[in-house]
T-cell receptor
Framework: EAQVTQNPRYLITVTGKKLTVTCSQN?????MSWYRQDPGLGLRQIYY???????DKGDVPEGYKVSRKEKRNFPLILESPSPNQTSLYFC???????????FGPGTRLTVT | SQQGEEDPQALSIQEGENATMNCSYK?????LQWYRQNSGRGLVHLIL?????REKHSGRLRVTLDTSKKSSSLLITASRAADTASYFC??????????FGSGTKLNVKP
């Protein structure tokens, strides 16, 4: 089954404790991206990747890091999480940058 | 912001009625896409319309695109309670980023 998986689905953590949210897709997609969704603000792109080892900033990259060492995986790293990073996070992938995007189920992160 | 913006923010209709939601954007686009999100879940792609297309149909969905007005509309005909969800437009630009609007929350009452 074609899918995008994210882990964990729910995470409560404390300020400053480094965390990683994993994302994996099984569709051989080149384009992957991370979004955060906050009430009233819609989805905002954090980072995207055009292919292996090619990543770039989206609209709200501050406080986040990503890597793309393999085509299928695109982890999101929060080196020092802060409460303003409490949000619902989605990973997505697409054949290319203009094709339909397939979304993961989301990761609800709370930083206290 | 280069985001698409949906209008209205919320819409409540009876089952069987048609639902229309609109999207406006600010710069030239490669294509425009519509997505549906059921409460707190991942977005699901509905339909993609290219910048050189004016209208597209998929089942009960009809999408129009007016590039001169930088706007698009999504029409859901004969709505069902299962259509209750948030709907987002997304624009793919000639750059590599992807922009989503803030969504229209549709409630279809049985």
């Amino acid at each position: 089954e074609a899918q995008v998986t994210q882990n964990p689905r729910y995470l409560i953590t404390v300020t400053g404790k480094k965390l990683t949210v994993t994302c994996s897709q099984n569709m051989n997609h080149e384009y992957m991206s991370w979004y955060r969704q906050d009430p009233g603000l819609g989805l905002r792109q954090i980072y995207y990747s055009m292919n292996v080892e090619v990543t770039d900033k989206g609209d709200v990259p501050e406080g986040y890091k990503v890597s793309r060492k393999e085509k299928r995986n695109f982890p999101l790293i929060l080196e020092s999480p802060s409460p303003n990073q409490t949000s619902l996070y989605f990973c997505a992938s697409g054949r290319d940058r203009v094709s339909e995007q397939y979304f993961g189920p989301g990761t609800r992160l709370t930083v206290t | 912001s280069q985001q698409g913006e949906e209008d209205p923010q919320a819409l409540s209709i009876q089952e069987g009625e048609n639902a229309t939601m609109n999207c406006s954007y600010k710069t030239s686009i490669n294509n425009l896409q519509w997505y549906r999100q059921n409460s707190g879940r991942g977005l699901v792609h509905l339909i993609l319309i290219r910048s050189n297309e004016r209208e597209k149909h998929s089942g009960r969905l009809r999408v129009t695109l007016d590039t001169s007005k930088k706007s698009s509309s999504l029409l859901i005909t004969a709505s069902r309670a299962a259509d209750t969800a948030s709907y987002f437009c997304a624009t793919g630009y000639n750059f590599n980023k992807f922009y989503f609007g803030s969504g229209t929350k549709l409630n279809v009452k049985p």
